[in-house]
C-alpha cells in the first residue's frame, strides 16, 4: 500500500533554513544542533520531570472541577500543562509566558492572517532575542542557559529556541485534547510531511526522482492494514509499535519522551479525577481545526461531568 503522493518540484528553490532551525535542515547542519539538545531529552531525564508533570496536571484539574462544569477541556487543561513544561524547560519567566505563548498559538493555529502572522512571528523573534542575551548574562538552570555554554551564535541559539515551543506545545496540547476527543473518534496532530529527494530514491518498488516532492502521510502509514491488525478500529489495548506519530528518521520527534511523559501522566489524572467526563456538546459540533494547520487539532473541546 502506498502512503505517498508524488509533486514535481525540480527547479523550485526552497529558501535556506534560519541559523538554528534545525527541523528544516540536512545533515551535517542538523546535528550541529540536534546534538546538544539529545542529551536534555532522553528517557532517563523526561522520568525526573514525571513528579513536576504531575504537580502541574493536578494544579489544573484541582482548577477544573473548583470551577465546575462545564469547561473547554483546551484553555483549561491542554494548552496550559505541556506550555509550562516547555516554557520552564527552555527558561522563559513566568511573567512573559502568556505573551509568548499566545504568539506561539498565532503561528500554529492555522487560521492566523498572514499579517498577524508576521507580527506574532516578528514579537516571538524579539523576544527570543532578549531572552537568549539575559541567559547569557544571567545563567539560570534552564536547556537555554545550558546551550550558553557552547559556541553556538546568538542568531543560532534564537532559532533552537524557536523550535522547542513551535515543535512543543502544539503537539502535546492538541493530541491531549484529541486524545480526549478520541475516546470517541481517534485522531493524530502531525498528518503530513513533506520532503524532496535530493537524488534519485527507489522506495517501494518506485523510482522518487531527485528535485521531486514527496507528500507522506503518517496517519495513513498509520493504519496500514499490512502493519496492523484492524487498523481503523480503536483499541485502546492494542499493539502500536512501529507508529510513526513521532516521525522517522533523523528529524524523529526529539520531545517524544517528554509528550510520553506529559500524556501518560495527564490522560489517566484526567479520567481518574472526572470518571464521569464527557462532551458538553454533540461530538460534530466540537470544532477542530482545518486540515491545512501543520499540527491537527481541536479548537474548543467543551466538557461536563457529574459532580
Ligand atoms: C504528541 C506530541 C508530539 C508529536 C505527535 C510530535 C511529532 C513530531 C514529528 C512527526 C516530528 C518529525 C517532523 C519531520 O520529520 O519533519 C517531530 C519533530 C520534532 N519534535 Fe515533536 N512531537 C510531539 C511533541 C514534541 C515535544 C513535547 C517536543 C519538545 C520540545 C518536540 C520537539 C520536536 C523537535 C525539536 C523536532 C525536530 C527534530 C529534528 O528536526 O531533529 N515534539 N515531532
Not at 80 to 94: D, N, Q, R, S
Not at 137 to 149: E, F, I, K, Q
Not at 205 to 232: M, Y
Amino acid at each position: 500500500m502506498s502512503h505517498h503522493l508524488f509533486v514535481d518540484y525540480s527547479g523550485i528553490e526552497a529558501p535556506p533554513a534560519a541559523p538554528g532551525q534545525f527541523l528544516l535542515m540536512d545533515e551535517p547542519q542538523h546535528s550541529r544542533y540536534r546534538k546538544p539538545l539529545v542529551g536534555k531529552f532522553t528517557v532517563r531525564r523526561m522520568r525526573l520531570l514525571t513528579e513536576r508533570v504531575e504537580q502541574v496536571t493536578a494544579e489544573h484539574l484541582d482548577a477544573m472541577e473548583k470551577a465546575g462544569p462545564p469547561v473547554d477541556l483546551v484553555t483549561a487543561f491542554a494548552k496550559p500543562i505541556p506550555a509550562i513544561m516547555i516554557c520552564e524547560l527552555l527558561g522563559v519567566p513566568y511573567e512573559d509566558r502568556g505573551s509568548f505563548q499566545g504568539n506561539i498559538d498565532k503561528f500554529m493555529d492555522g487560521e492566523t492572517s498572514d499579517e498577524d502572522l508576521i507580527a506574532a512571528y516578528t514579537a516571538v523573534q524579539r523576544y527570543l532575542a532578549e531572552l537568549v542575551a539575559a541567559k547569557r548574562a544571567n545563567p539560570t538552570d534552564d536547556v537555554l542557559s545550558d546551550l550558553t555554554d557552547s559556541d553556538l551564535t546568538d542568531e543560532e541559539l534564537q532559532g533552537m529556541a524557536l523550535v522547542l515551543p513551535a515543535a512543543g506545545f502544539d503537539t502535546t496540547s492538541n493530541m491531549l485534547a484529541l486524545g480526549t476527543f478520541a475516546l470517541l473518534r481517534y485522531l493524530s496532530v502531525a498528518t503530513t510531511f513533506y520532503r524532496v529527494a535530493l537524488e534519485d530514491v527507489d522506495l517501494g518498488g518506485v523510482t522518487i526522482k531527485a528535485g521531486t516532492a514527496v507528500i507522506a502521510s503518517l496517519n495513513t502509514a498509520n493504519r496500514d492494514p499490512e502493519r496492523f491488525a484492524d487498523p481503523h478500529a480503536l483499541d485502546l489495548r492494542g499493539e502500536y509499535s512501529g507508529h510513526v506519530a513521532f516521525g522517522h528518521g533523523i528529524h524523529q520527534c526529539l520531545g517524544q519522551q517528554l509528550a510520553r511523559v506529559e500524556m501518560r501522566v495527564a490522560f489517566p489524572a484526567l479520567v481518574g479525577r472526572f470518571p464521569t467526563l464527557r462532551p458538553a456538546v454533540p461530538p460534530e459540533e466540537v470544532a477542530l481545526r482545518p486540515e491545512t494547520a501543520d499540527i491537527y487539532g481541536v479548537k474548543s473541546l467543551p466538557v461536563t461531568w457529574d459532580v
